[in-house]
């Protein structure tokens, strides 16, 4: 299946469960965004990087992890299409405290593992996967550089989402410095669980350091005029990457 053919039936899916969340009766608030909406920025960042071809590299069967999964529509869409699933978040962070994922899960007859885990600490995988999403999660984490280690340790590929910076509150211009603007309690949104925002060369490094290659990457919205703390002013980082060949040492060295 070819990038653009996953992005029009990752639609037609997203109509399918939007229409089972409509017709639910339930005690809970559904996650207010469309998470399957991130294919039409995959499927730039793909075409862009000349791998159209991606997915139709990854045979059904092999094993996917999604991160950060919200109501789980990204793992039942994969699912669906014959790839073993597992997904990682908390009740403690997720939106309805993981209530729409199970009740998805009991409603599609799915099969997919779900994994309650903290991976803002020492958190542990216990198997590899071929492909991992972690799409608009690291900036919402307090240790951004061991989750990525973890997930060298643990799967072939990422595709990563993150939101970057290239100006400092005061103007100063970060976007070709190594470096992280560590947001306030409330400066974003109002949100504290906000906090780290690279700049692109420091995303670039971190990604990097963490035993991973960039095969493409594609920045969106408010590119080369972001902030790290205007809600207005928001740049997304989009990437795949590939862990490095030797991946097995990433904790024991540091010569990455």
Avoid at 96 to 123: A, T, V, W
Avoid at 130 to 149: E, S, V
Avoid at 179 to 203: H, M, Q
Wanted: charged share 25%; net charge negative; proline share 3%.
């Amino acid at each position: 299946m070819s990038v653009s053919s996953v992005q029009e039936e990752a639609q037609l899916f997203e109509s399918k469960l939007s229409e089972i969340k409509r017709q639910s009766n339930v005690d809970f608030d559904w996650y207010p965004y469309h998470s399957l909406n991130n294919f039409y920025l995959i499927e730039e960042l793909l075409t862009a990087g000349n791998l159209p071809d991606f997915f139709e590299t990854m045979p059904a069967g092999k094993k996917i992890l999604d991160i950060g999964c919200a109501d789980g529509d990204v793992a039942f869409f994969f699912e669906q299409k014959g790839f073993v699933i597992d997904v990682v978040d908390r009740q403690a962070t997720n939106f309805n405290n993981l209530k729409g994922c199970k009740y998805l899960k009991g409603k599609l007859q799915s099969k997919i593992r779900i994994l309650e885990l903290d991976i803002d600490r020492h958190f542990k995988l216990d198997t590899d996967y071929k492909l991992t999403f972690a799409l608009g999660l690291l900036y919402h984490l307090r240790n951004p550089f061991y989750f990525l280690n973890m997930l060298c340790s643990h799967s072939e590929s990422v595709l990563l989402s993150t939101r970057i910076a290239s100006h400092a509150p005061d103007g100063t211009k970060i976007k070709n410095l190594t470096v992280a603007y560590l947001v306030g309690a409330n400066e974003l949104n109002n949100d504290p669980t906000n906090y780290w925002i690279f700049s692109l060369a420091g995303i670039r490094q971190l990604i990097k350091r963490a035993g991973f290659d960039i095969v493409c990457e594609k920045c969106f919205g408010e590119v080369d005029n972001s902030s790290p703390h205007e809600s207005n002013k928001d740049e997304r980082y989009f990437a795949l990457l590939k862990r490095v060949d030797n991946f097995q040492g990433i904790f024991d060295h540091h010569h990455y």
